[in-house]
């Protein structure tokens, strides 16, 4: 697909390594990372503690300093089978979508749709944490009253589907701002729609399947929502020039990193007494593994 704003009739692109590069790179990346996560980053016997250990997202720690959680979640995987999801999931919206906006412009939507993705769900996660302990605490009954859960709850959040989320919405933005090309044939406006259609059936499939217990649906509405938001920028701004679209293209990375930066350095150093006694304990916990291992390899 190309740019609407360049020319007024879709053609299919000759294949190329070159246009699909940065997504190379990125497979690369969480390929080269997992297999790292095998070999040398996982020492305990707790997966959970492991991925701690190596950056997963977790609010608890998150929003209380340790912010370079999000964009390190990115790259982890807690399995083979969600590495092999997320590497089709990239290779099928990631290709297409970085030859329609451009290298630039979509490592903009990457990192800002999944560092915002994880930010956001450590975030739902917090106020879910606040919501529940509400509900608890305001149930007349005696275990309530005399049996308080003091049980630190941990859910940990990895993996790159918000960032693929942040790409899919994007195409979906391209794709309904081609479609008011009022230069379009009918026959070039269906080749455009059978595309939009696919990806908004799996935005949704991805949403739906989210409800299930243990999928951070958080992370995939953020990281939608984020895309959607980046790349509207980037269709609606000016580009009668190629300088033109350079320019407005910078300026909205920059303004789009300052508000995450904004974001992140404003709610993830949080104050809250109750949530810092949570990070202390979780890091006293793998301290406790960690010292354990130590000991039986000296043994």
Not at 194 to 211: D, F, H, K, Q
């Amino acid at each position: 697909m190309a740019d609407p704003l360049e020319t007024h009739t879709p053609h299919k692109p000759k294949f190329s390594i070159w246009a699909m590069a940065l997504t190379l790179l990125i497979v690369a990346i969480n390929i080269t990372v997992y297999f790292y996560q095998l070999t040398y980053a996982a020492p305990l016997d707790s997966q959970e503690n492991n991925l701690l250990i190596f950056g997963a997202n977790v609010y608890q720690l998150s929003l209380t300093g340790d912010w370079w959680r999000y964009p390190m979640s990115m790259v982890l995987h807690s399995g083979g089978f969600h590495l092999a999801l997320n590497t089709l999931a990239l290779f099928v919206i990631g290709i297409e979508c970085e030859r329609t906006y451009g290298k630039f412009r979509y490592l903009a939507i990457y990192l800002f749709s999944g560092i915002g993705a994880a930010f956001f769900s450590a975030y739902w996660q917090y106020s879910e944490s606040i919501r529940e302990a509400t509900s608890r605490a305001s149930m007349n009954s005696w275990n309530s009253l005399y049996l308080p859960d003091n049980t630190v709850y941990i859910t940990v959040s990895i993996g790159a589907s918000g960032a693929i989320m942040g790409l899919a919405a994007a195409s979906v933005i391209y794709l309904l701002k081609a479609l008011n090309n009022p230069n379009l044939s009918i026959e070039e406006k269906n080749q455009l729609k059978r595309p939009l259609y696919n990806i908004i059936g799996m935005i949704a499939l991805t949403l739906v399947n989210g409800l299930q217990s243990g999928i951070d649906n958080a992370a995939h509405i953020g990281g939608a929502i984020l895309g959607a938001v980046i790349s509207g920028a980037f269709v609606l701004a000016p580009q009668s020039t190629p300088l033109s679209k350079h320019l407005s293209s910078l300026l909205i990375s920059v303004i789009a990193a300052g508000l995450l930066i904004f974001a992140l350095q404003h709610y993830s150093s949080s104050q809250d007494e109750d949530l810092n006694d949570e990070r202390v304990f979780i890091y006293q916990e793998m301290e406790k593994e960690l010292n354990h291992l130590k000991k039986w390899d000296l043994d």
